[in-house]
């Protein structure tokens, strides 16, 4: 069994069946990027995992554990969902930041409400929201940024924000770190800086799993490459032998479309 499992996840919206039984594994450290064309099910699947969305099928597993089944859902409380999707941290393509929190406070919203439950938060207010600045600022220097701290999102360029988005991501220390198209907002000037970062998160070997659209990047960087098609896994496989050597005429065709 791998550090995390997909099984058999299915979702409909209406009479569309947009993921029809998906099953994937991959090991911890790994980067697994999914590719595809749009309406395969790729972002559909993303936000199953990061339960922004409900499979009406299938079950995840981590470090060997059922996390979640999609038969149990309706026992489950919004508290057990969010203690669940803590273990993922989603990039978005828009980056999604709080415009009126300036960088660091960005990163620091979510840990310091988190903070806030712990039973001896007001003894321990000052110190615990010292770490997480400190984390804050730890992050930043990752991506670059630690000059841009006390700037606004408006402030900043596209790739800009998105290096704050993947900071903010990592704040919580999550398990996964997904990334939805990371670079589909940017200008290709800007694709570079993103990139850069993604690459050093992988040397990390943080464990990844990354839509993408950008092919010579997904070959460089993945250990699994998943091609999705109308809503199933039409072929996987290290990115050599997939880019190489597909299988399936529809990966065939697929990257007769695409630069690699």
């Known amino acids: ?8 996840v299915c979702k409909r919206f209406g009479d569309t069946q947009v993921l029809r039984g998906i099953d994937f594994s991959m090991e911890k450290g790994q980067v697994v990027s999914i590719i595809g064309s749009s309406g ?11 339960f922004l969305c409900d499979p009406d099928a299938g079950e995840f597993y981590l470090e ?13 409380s919004d508290a057990a969902i969010r203690s669940k999707r803590k273990n993922f941290g989603l990039v978005f393509q828009q980056f999604n930041l709080f415009p009126q929190y300036n960088v ?20 321990r207010k000052k ?19 630690t000059d841009k701290a006390d700037s606004y999102p408006c402030e ?21 770190l997904c990334f939805d198209e990371p670079t589909s907002a940017l200008d290709p000037e800007l694709t570079g800086e993103v990139l850069k970062v993604l690459k050093e ?31 199933v896994i039409a072929e996987e496989g290290d990115p050599q032998t997939l880019f190489d050597h597909p ?10 479309k695409t630069e690699v």
């Open 1 to 8: 069994m791998g550090y995390f499992e997909v099984k058999n």
């Open 40 to 50: 395969s099910g790729k972002t559909t699947l993303l936000r199953c995992i990061n």
């Open 64 to 76: 060997n554990q059922l996390l979640f089944d999609a038969a149990e859902k309706r026992s489950l």
């Open 104 to 123: 660091k406070e960005n990163l620091c919203l979510a840990p310091k409400l988190l903070a806030k439950e712990e039973p001896d938060f007001k003894a």
């Open 127 to 145: 110190e615990l929201y010292a770490a997480i600045e400190a984390h804050a600022a730890e992050l930043l220097e990752q991506v670059g940024l």
């Open 156 to 176: 900043l360029s596209g790739g800009q924000q998105q290096r704050v988005a993947i900071a903010r991501a990592l704040m919580l220390s999550p398990k996964i």
């Open 201 to 231: 998160l992988a040397q990390k070997k943080i464990t990844m799993i990354i839509v993408t659209h950008e092919m010579a990047f997904a070959r460089e960087i993945s250990d699994k490459i998943v091609f999705m098609a109308e809503g």
């Open 247 to 256: 299988k399936s005429p529809r990966l065939q065709a697929f990257l007769a």
